[in-house]
């Protein structure tokens, strides 16, 4: 079992959110910074990575570019930049690090053609496009591991992939309807990926596209302790997959003992806490993050007794 922060930070200073991750975490990840605006959100940060590919700011969203405009130039900078400032902090001997990125089928969804609809509702422009982001992220992955000298284990967000299977993604217009994408094919697109991480909502029929499914334990919309996802949770882990769980930060000895109860509640062993289980603040700062890394210590080494 590993704390670590999913990627997102509060503030604007690269340097002082690589400094708290690096302090309060077992897996540092590199930090995103959301607050910093207009291309720092998790599509922008996203679009750094890509070479092949360049985006721009459109009237209602991200939009395809004949040539990288100014923006995509700035994401790029801002990325070398933020890597040069990390590793100022961390130096350049780091055993593991995280990287995250947005995965194809939320990024597919968040980005429009340059006639206006969605990536997402074109088939080659879909496949373009994660073409692109698998050779971005590898070689972003490359670069952090020359920097830190260390193994860079890689994270995928699909925040958008419930609503993908399900059809529910608006087209640009009334009349621009966008098909649903079949669950085998969402998952054969993300082992494309070989992820170590995936962050996106509990789907159990895609949970297996990367090594430890990420999923928010009390999310308002897919509550992880809910019924409905019990048969599901044990199945994936009966099957030998990993779970990562978040959790709030508040209390790390209350969170430990709610999943050690959850796990008797879906009938599984609490030694699978160990080492099938890992757990991130779903909001992250100095506190949360503390906050899961000692909820983590308790339930490796007292999971059987709480």
């Known amino acids: ?63 395809m570019t004949a040539r990288p405009q100014l923006l995509t130039r700035r994401t790029w900078d801002r990325l070398e930049r933020d890597l040069d400032e990390v590793q100022q902090v961390w130096g350049e001997s780091v055993p593991r690090v995280k990287v995250q990125a947005l ?28 073409e692109a982001l698998l050779h971005g992220l590898r070689a972003h992955a490359d670069d952090v591991a020359r920097r830190f000298h260390g193994e860079v284990v890689v994270q995928l967000g699909e925040p958008l ?15 621009d309807s966008i098909p649903a994408v079949a669950d085998e094919v969402a998952l054969e697109t993300l082992l494309g990926f070989d992820a170590d ?30 019924p409905e996802h019990f048969d599901g949770l044990g199945e994936h882990l009966s099957d030998g997959h990993r779970i990562g769980v978040g959790i709030s930060g508040s209390d790390a000895r209350a969170e430990a003992i709610a999943l050690a109860k959850h796990l008797d509640r879906i009938g599984m062993p609490r030694e699978l806490l160990v080492d099938r289980f890992d757990v991130y603040p779903v909001q992250a ?22």
């Open 285 to 306: 700062s100095a506190r949360t993050l503390c906050s899961v890394t000692e909820t983590s210590s308790i339930l490796v080494r007292d999971a059987g007794d709480l």
């Open 1 to 63: 079992m590993t704390g670590f922060a999913l990627g997102p930070m509060p503030g604007t200073s690269m340097s002082e959110a690589a400094d708290i991750i690096m302090g309060e975490t077992e897996l540092p990840a590199i930090p995103q910074l959301p607050e910093r605006g207009l291309g720092s959100d998790s599509v922008g940060r996203t679009a750094s990575m890509l070479e092949a590919i360049t985006i721009d700011r459109g009237p209602r969203s991200w939009r």
């Open 161 to 175: 992939l419930a609503d993908i299977v399900a059809g529910r993604i608006p087209g640009t217009t009334d009349f």
């Open 197 to 226: 991480y995936l962050h996106a909502p509990p789907l159990w029929s895609i949970a297996g596209a990367a090594t430890t499914l990420l999923v928010d334990f009390h999310s308002p919309r897919y509550r992880l302790d809910t």
């Open 103 to 130: 995965g194809p089928w939320s990024l597919a969804a968040s980005i429009e053609l340059a006639d206006g609809h969605r990536v997402l509702s074109d088939r080659g422009a879909f496949a373009e496009l994660s």
